[in-house]
């Protein structure tokens, strides 16, 4: 579903990506590791189109049936990040309104209304943003990027600020996604929260895949283990 061929991203002299090559087929639920300043955000942006690439490539194929442009291509992805990027004088079903008809999908108050509820929020959709808790933002941008019911979930740290509510609606969710086929690429720390979500495992270091593995042929305790070791090498540098 994606080829990334020697994608490299800098920033001035600082580069977060230097040449990572990663292919991604369809149902692929890949749980991302990497200390920070790996290039893990960087490359979800860039996954996203929300950044360019310095060098390299990233092809994500068209839908079966038929050729995507750009716009149709962002459509089918849903990204969520560590910031919620919502509008504080909002209402949450404003904030949904307004994502509906950016996406170009169903916008009535009935139906975000049952979006909402579904994350946990029924009864405060008519409240502003900045009212809510950070958990309660987290779960309304999880809302957001699923409102389309993307077949590409591109999630950076999605458990971040979320009470255990959230959580378990957040994980539910993905577990959902996974056995009908989607395909994920998310960001974590824990692993095993990656162990219990994931059918693969990619560390990043130094911009570069530094371990893909499956998780039925990598118990978790040998996980950890190479996790650390890659870890505990000299850092190359670099931006988050």
Known sequence: MIEVRGLAKYYGRQGALHGLDLAIA????????????????????????????????CR??????????????????????HHTSLYPDLTALENLRFSARMMGVRGDDGFLAGRIGAVGLAGREREPVRAY???????????RAFLHDPDLLLLDEPFTGLDQAGADFLERYLLEARAAGRTCVMALHDAETGYRLANRLVVIDRGKAALDARPAALPLDAFRARYAAILSAPAGGGAR
Not at 60 to 79: C, K, N, Q, V
Not at 133 to 143: E, K, P
């Open 133 to 143: 808790s950070r958990g309660m933002q987290q779960r309304l941008a999880i809302a």
């Open 26 to 57: 369809p149902g692929d639920f890949i749980a991302l590791f990497g200390r920070n300043g790996a290039g893990k955000s960087t490359f979800l942006r860039i996954l996203a189109g929300l950044a360019r690439p310095s060098a390299g490539s």
């Open 60 to 81: 994500i194929a068209p839908a079966p049936g038929g050729r995507d442009s750009a716009a149709r291509t962002r459509g089918r992805i849903g990204y969520l990040s």
